[in-house]
């Protein structure tokens, strides 16, 4: 990445975090308060201070004034004792602004996941996403928390230090700044070059959990192979990666605090040779020496804070450009404008001259496709694999938007609704199921407010799940996870459960009896059949025998309809559905 969009990039990211933090302004502002008030009250005690020692000086050869030292000493007390706590109420305001900044970050992404399109997951892994709404989100929290009032006290005491530090004496003043310019430009040095390294640390970071997500969810699959050393070579080179970046940065970093402690050292000594050489010279008192100390400490202590915050602020940039990455990626178009819909849905749909290609590429999927299901019609769709099946059924859904003709519900092109309505007007089983950390009856309800437990119980009996459910601890109220050991068959009767209850107008199967034995997929057949009664239905089957009994079957072949017709039509004409239907039992 050149330097140009680089800096383009930190400048959009510095930006985004300044207007996302528009809400929480006055909280910001009352820490940044607060952090200066306690810095200023801490400034002023050095001038105290010098007054306590110059008066026990001069009291050395005559007598002490014990009032006056003991109440410049309690004024001592009371203004650390101020600064103390208005530094803690601004730590206490910080921490709760940054978090509920954090937490309004998660739910902004959270609901950026349903506003964006599906071709974006197709580009990103789950791990690197997840990556983004955890890592990258605490990081930048976490950093913001510690760094923005820390580097505005440290700013305020610089300038304040600076401030009285020409009003004690300039000449000492002069001394202290030219030995602190040189660590000052070795710090930036210092940043410019470990930003690149923060930037690929978060990077890697999200790279190597998307491949473990990955390894993770397959592992059946690497154990079957043995591939458990395939797996683990992409991981080792991620891990690689991942450690010499961290490396680079954390190293660049820490290299901050020794050269400033140096050059805070050398400094100090410089001070007070050039401090003890105008007190012999009568110039100044023993005590503006000593104040003159705690201002020098009070100068070189913040840039040594900055340089520590610095690695802080370059880990928040380099979490915050991948978040904000995240929340100004292309969404769906708003369909709040969408007033159109269905109420009594009869179920005629129509694909008129579609054509689509998948987002970012120039291959073309469906081509010029037109095809027609009536009122209560079972279309079943085959094809090898490859011709564009499940894609079709995923525009019916509106789950990608087509890049030409139309698609109608009775009528209505469905881009004239919103996906919402859409999405109603089917209930869909598709080849993998999905099952999450809850009771089977929350798993087969999902979303269905009001089911009865004899409704429940019925759909479980057509599926043949009933008397498997009785068998569990619990019922249908066992909760699904590591515990509870699932067929496959099992997890796709409860998604077929689930799509009965749903009970809407129409109804795709996207290979809903894939992992199921053939005497359950009788059983779920014949519930199907009754599941369809009424209902136009989309099935998607490579298993043959399964669709003998459609309407119409259409028959795909990359991307277009080159047969439609009955399963007796269709075998009568001896093409390409026949050769496919004839193949499968070729072997028998």
Not at 135 to 145: E, F, M, R
Not at 412 to 424: A, K, L
Request: include cysteine; proline fraction near 2%.
């Amino acid at each position: 990445m050149s330097n140009e969009i680089k800096a383009k990039n930190t400048k959009k990211t510095v930006k985004m975090l300044f207007s996302y933090s528009k809400k929480y302004f006055a909280g910001i502002a009352a820490a940044v308060i607060f952090a200066v008030a306690g810095t200023v009250i801490a400034l002023v005690g050095p001038e105290r201070l010098k007054d306590l020692t110059n008066l026990i000086t001069e009291g050395i050869t005559t007598s002490i004034d014990m009032p006056a030292v003991a109440r410049i000493g309690l004024l001592l007390v009371a203004l650390y004792a101020a600064s103390t706590l208005l530094n803690t109420l601004q730590g206490w305001i910080m921490a709760t602004v940054t978090q509920r900044m954090s937490q309004r970050m998660r739910a902004d992404i959270s609901k950026k996941i349903n506003r964006l399109p599906m071709w974006f997951y197709h580009k990103n892994t789950t791990g690197d996403i997840l990556s983004r709404i955890t890592n990258d989100v605490d990081s930048l929290g976490q950093n913001l928390n510690n760094s923005v009032t820390t580097i505005v006290t440290s700013l305020t005491m610089l300038a304040g230090s600076l401030i009285m530090m020409f009003i004690t004496n300039w000449i000492m003043t002069v001394t202290a700044i030219a030995s602190v310019v040189i660590g000052f430009v070795i710090m930036l040095l210092i940043m410019s070059k470990s930003q690149k390294h923060f930037d690929n640390q978060q990077k890697y970071l999200g790279q190597i959990n998307g491949h473990i997500e990955e390894a993770y969810t397959g592992h059946t699959v690497v154990k079957a192979y043995n591939g458990e050393q395939q797996m683990y070579e992409p991981f080792k080179s991620l891990n690689k990666a991942l450690k010499k970046s961290s490396f680079m940065a954390q190293f660049l970093s820490s290299l901050m605090m020794p050269v400033m402690t140096f050059v805070d050292n050398i400094g100090y000594v410089a001070v007070m040779v050039v401090g003890a050489a105008l007190a012999m010279k009568g110039t100044i008192s023993f005590g503006v020496i000593v104040a003159f100390l705690v201002y020098v400490r009070y100068f070189t202590q913040p840039i040594t804070q900055i340089a520590q915050q610095a690695q802080g602020l370059q880990m928040a940039l380099a979490a915050g450009e991948r978040v904000f990455e995240f929340l100004d990626a292309e969404e769906m178009p708003e369909e709040e404008a969408k007033h159109t819909e269905l109420k009594a849905v009869t179920g005629h749909v129509e694909f008129k001259n579609v054509t689509f290609g998948y987002e970012g590429t120039n291959k073309t999927i469906i081509h010029n496709f037109s095809a027609a299901a009536k009122p209560g019609q079972k279309i079943a769709i085959v094809g090898p694999t490859g011709a564009g099946k499940t894609t079709l059924v995923n525009l019916l859904m509106r789950f990608h938007e087509i890049n030409g003709g139309e698609i109608l519900i009775d009528g209505i092109p469905i881009r004239e609704m919103t996906r919402e309505q859409v999405h109603s007007l089917f209930c869909m089983v598709l080849q993998d199921t999905w099952l999450f950390e809850g009771t089977i009856r929350e798993n087969i309800v999902y979303n269905k407010q009001n089911v009865s437990d004899e409704a429940l119980k019925k759909a479980c009996k057509a599926v043949g799940l009933h008397h498997f459910i009785r068998t569990l601890p619990k019922g249908y109220d066992t909760v699904i996870n590591d515990k509870i050991n699932l067929s496959a068959g099992q997890r796709q009767q409860i998604t077929i459960a689930r799509a009965m209850i749903d009970d809407a107008p129409m109804l795709i199967l996207d290979e809903a009896t894939s992992s199921i034995d053939t005497r359950t997929e009788v059983l779920i057949q014949n519930a199907m059949d009754k599941l369809m009664q009424g209902r136009t239905s989309f099935v998607i089957a490579h298993r043959l025998s399964t669709i003998k009994n459609a309407d119409v079957i259409l028959v795909l072949k990359d991307g277009d309809i080159i047969e439609s017709g009955s399963h007796e039509d269709l075998m009568e004409k001896g093409g390409f559905y026949a050769e496919l239907y004839n193949s499968q039992f070729e072997a028998a």
